[in-house]
Nanobody, 117 residues
Framework: QVQLVESGGGLVQAGGSLRLSCAAS????????MGWYRQAPGKQRDLVAT???????NYADSVKGRFTISRDNAKNTVYLQMNSLKPEDTAVYYC???????????WGQGTQVTVSS
């Protein structure tokens, strides 16, 4: 019943911007830490950014100053604004929800982001 549906991926030139969205259903959105992860071919899945219930954010060093994570609890949606994109940002981006206390995880199916040089 839990669904995390990503959207907003695509092809963009280096230096450009994209905004990813993740619409959640089947869970208590406000009770989950939300996050974005990414995985490039042949690479492990790495954390990109997280946002807590209270709105505190954390970012991977590689995206600090370029990416912004936000959430809209009224819409059960988390966003990732990506600016100044680089070819090394190319990956499948996955939405993640972690229920506080229990630690139960849920994942979206991912959306492809491709940054051309």
């Amino acid at each position: 019943q839990v669904q995390l549906v990503e959207s907003g991926g695509g092809l963009v030139q280096a230096g450009g911007s994209l905004r990813l969205s993740c619409a959640a259903s089947g869970l208590v959105f406000s009770a989950n830490v939300m996050g974005w992860y990414r995985q490039a071919p042949g690479k492990q899945r790495d954390l990109v950014a997280t946002i807590t219930i209270g709105g505190n954010t954390n970012y991977a060093d590689s995206v600090k100053g370029r990416f912004t994570i936000s959430r809209d609890n009224a819409k059960n949606t988390v966003y990732l604004q990506m600016n100044s994109l680089k070819p090394e940002d190319t990956a499948v981006y996955y939405c993640n929800a972690r229920r506080v206390v229990t630690g139960v995880l849920n994942w979206g199916q991912g959306t492809q982001v491709t940054v051309s040089s």
